[in-house]
T-cell receptor, first 114, second 110 residues
Framework: DGGITQSPKYLFRKEGQNVTLSCEQN?????MYWYRQDPGQGLRLIYY???????QKGDIAEGYSVSREKKESFPLTVTSAQKNPTAFYLC?????????????FGPGTRLTVT | RKEVEQDPGPFNVPEGATVAFNCTYS??????FFWYRQDCRKEPKLLMS???SGNEDGRFTAQLNRASQYISLLIRDSKLSDSATYLC???????????FGGGTRLMVKP
């Protein structure tokens, strides 16, 4: 089945540790996105990539890093520099690099940092 | 002012009721508009696009008012399964990025 997978579903880390969230898609989409969602708030864009080996900062990129070595994969690293990393992280992809149109989301990863 | 504003709710309605949500936006150059649905602790999914002429999909009707910069979603004959958070979403000037509202929570009671 085509879709986006994110793993793990729940992740717990100690403060000061870097953690990498996985995002894989087999939809052959060019564009991929990372968002975070906090309770009662809308999704905020962390990073996006419209093509392999290229990515751009979103609205809240500080404390995060990404890579796009393969079309199918767009991992997100939450570094120790991120002040409030506990959140729900959503990865998405869309079929056109230049047009967001419908974005397809993965099931998300809930990260808790203590 | 937030780019996209929604009443967070919750809207508590009985089954069979008609309920409407509004969403206001600040960027008059936004190109496209959507309603996404998000179930509790799940990912958002596209519910419907919103066109200037208004559009309907079964029990759901979406309207766009560019002059007043708001969009609306009307749900008729509410079902228990309609309980979710409804996100107002629009694109930026270039049409290549999405901006999400905080969502309106709907709870349909038996």
């Amino acid at each position: 089945d085509g879709g986006i997978t994110q793993s793990p579903k729940y992740l717990f880390r100690k403060e000061g540790q870097n953690v990498t969230l996985s995002c894989e898609q087999n939809l052959n989409h060019d564009a991929m996105y990372w968002y975070r969602q906090d309770p009662g708030q809308g999704l905020r864009l962390i990073y996006y990539s419209q093509i392999v080996n290229d990515f751009q900062k979103g609205d809240i990129a500080e404390g995060y890093s990404v890579s796009r070595e393969k079309k199918e994969s767009f991992p997100l690293t939450v570094t120790s520099a991120q002040k409030n990393p506990t959140a729900f992280y959503l990865c998405a992809s869309s079929p056109q690099g230049a047009g967001a149109y419908e974005q397809y989301f993965g099931p998300g990863t809930r990260l808790t940092v203590t | 002012r937030k780019e996209v504003e929604q009443d967070p709710g919750p809207f508590n309605v009985p089954e069979g009721a008609t309920v409407a949500f509004n969403c206001t936006y600040s960027n008059s150059a936004s190109q496209s508009f959507f309603w996404y649905r998000q179930d509790c602790r799940k990912e958002p999914k596209l519910l419907m696009s919103v066109y200037s002429s208004g559009n309907e999909d079964g029990r759901f009707t979406a309207q766009l008012n560019r002059a007043s910069q708001y969009i609306s979603l009307l749900i008729r004959d509410s079902k228990l399964s309609d309980s979710a958070t409804y996100l107002c979403v629009l694109t930026n000037n270039a049409g290549n990025m999405l901006t999400f509202g905080g969502g309106t929570r709907l709870m349909v009671k038996p």
